[in-house]
């Protein structure tokens, strides 16, 4: 069965430095999405791409987060720099439309800056 | 702020028994999905109901929707042990684009 792959699976950085997560969704699922989850809470929308396209990003803090999505198929979340507050759980899922059709999540990449 | 919020924020039953959760949203949705997560791992879809629809089932689950509410609840009969997770519901509402929302979840423990 197909699934979304990401990778690393655990992270830990220092404040100040750079990191990246990658994304691989289901082939076909022109949607894809970048969740953060804190500890106890529900997943927050960080960026939708539609294809190679951002629909929205609206949530993301964008003066250190960064993603692409190159010929709309896998993508990439940077955060330059990592602060104490961005350990969480990235979460990355895929859909073959924006709505109207289930969500497909990866494992997930845990954060922690120390 | 979270559009969808689930209640409880957390239940604890004995197996066998039946669970209810509940969510309320704030503004006109094309659709809600509810999602069960288990601890560290991701979210795994579980059943997804359109504004057009009141009540879906799937398996020992079944979900209502009640549009001039804003609510929906989502409704576990005869637990397991292997239900005890997380559960979200996320809403799905057209800003000119179509845009997710997840609730904060409600944690059930299922005891044996």
Known sequence: ?114 | SQQGEEDPQALSIQEGENATMNCSYKTSINNLQWYRQNSGRGLVHLILIRSNEREKHSGRLRVTLDTSKKSSSLLITASRAADTASYFCATVFNTGGFKTIFGAGTRLFVKA
């Open chain 1, 1 to 114: 069965e197909a699934e979304v792959a990401q990778s690393p699976r655990y992270k830990i950085t220092e404040k100040s430095q750079a990191v990246a997560f990658w994304c691989d969704p289901i082939s076909g699922h022109a949607t894809l999405y970048w969740y953060r989850q804190i500890l106890g809470q529900g997943p927050e929308l960080l960026v939708q791409f539609q294809d190679e396209s951002v629909v929205d990003d609206s949530q993301l803090p964008k003066d250190r987060f960064s993603a692409e999505r190159l010929k709309g198929v896998d993508s990439t979340l940077k955060i330059q720099p990592a602060e104490l507050g961005d350990s969480a759980m990235y979460l990355c899922a895929s859909s073959y439309r924006p709505t109207g059709w289930e969500q497909f999540f990866g494992p997930g990449t845990r954060l922690t800056v120390l």
